[in-house]
């Protein structure tokens, strides 16, 4: 029998038996309850309660925007649909970035306040006190490295991380930092396949992949992306498995006509 068949509950420890089994993490993002209750039916090991709420629930251009109150909402929200995955909420920007004692009081608001199980948050070395102090607190940090979103205005683009030696040896030392501060995965984002892949062979703790490559512990994806919802997003390492903004709007254009014909509600649709 599978590890997803004979766990109840995923935790943090649940995630590494898996990489040392060789067994794959599956991990999307979720932001409220009926999507999140039919992903944790489907399996899915992690929900991502994602500070890209800000794009695809709140439709900001960045991530920089949505607040802690905003993503407590969202983890609340997630959290009483679920029964087995492990929920993990991102520390939003300005919550954790260069004051530890912020980023603690931040963590322990999103774990009181929602009942999540763990934080992500961005950076290696930059937030190492942050993370330290996050995890003296008994809150588990799961790190993001390369491609990380709420630094937008520093690099200017959303293009691959690095692809040069320097910024390759840096990602693979903060990977080093972030498992031994104690975080229990990390998440890898948009780099060469071939950097992930070394980092996911030399350290312990999982790597979940979004454009990162196959060689890695697990992959992510934004739940809106890989259902089709947001059509104008589509990066070459997104795979699409459904269309639902053109289903949503078909369903859309027969309610509009059945209502505007008459036709709805008919004999049966009514009391
Ligand atoms: O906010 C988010 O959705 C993320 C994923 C892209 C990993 O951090």
């Given at each position: 029998m599978s590890i997803q068949k004979e766990i109840k509950r995923v935790t943090v420890h649940t995630l590494r038996r898996m990489k040392e089994s060789g067994q794959k993490i599956s991990m999307l993002t979720a932001y409220d309850y009926s999507m999140a209750k039919a992903l944790d039916e489907a399996g899915i090991e992690v929900l991502l309660v994602g500070d890209s709420a800000s794009n695809v629930m709140a439709g900001h251009e960045t991530t920089l925007p949505i607040t802690?109150?905003?993503?407590i909402y969202h983890a609340g929200s997630v959290i009483r649909a679920i029964n087995r995955a492990l929920v993990v909420v991102d520390l939003p920007f300005g919550t954790y970035q260069g004051?530890?004692?912020?980023?603690?009081?931040?963590?322990i608001r999103i774990m009181k306040e929602?009942?999540?199980?763990?934080?992500?948050?961005?950076?290696?070395?930059?937030?190492?006190?942050?993370?330290?102090?996050?995890?003296?607190?008994?809150?588990?940090?799961?790190?993001?490295l390369g491609l990380t979103p709420q630094s937008i205005y520093k690099f200017g683009t959303y293009t691959v991380r690095a692809k040069s030696s320097d910024e390759a040896a840096q990602l693979k030392q903060d990977a080093l930092l972030l498992q031994d501060l104690g975080c229990f995965a990390i998440v890898i984002e948009k780099v060469p396949s071939a950097l992930a892949a070394e980092v996911a062979s030399t350290i312990d703790i999982p790597i979940i992949g979004i454009g990162a490559g196959p060689n890695v512990d697990g992959q992510v994806l934004v739940t809106h992306d890989m259902l089709g919802i947001t059509k104008e997003f589509r990066p070459r390492f997104l795979r699409v498995y459904a269309n639902m903004y053109d289903d949503m709007k078909k369903a859309a254009i027969s309610y509009l006509t059945d209502v505007k014909s008459g036709d709805f509600p008919n004999d049966k649709e009514q009391y």
């Open positions: 802690l109150d905003q993503m004051n530890s004692k912020k980023a603690l009081a931040s963590a929602s009942g999540a199980h763990a934080v992500k948050l961005e950076g290696g070395l930059s937030v190492k006190d942050s993370i330290k102090r996050i995890l003296s607190a008994g809150v588990p940090v799961m790190g993001h």
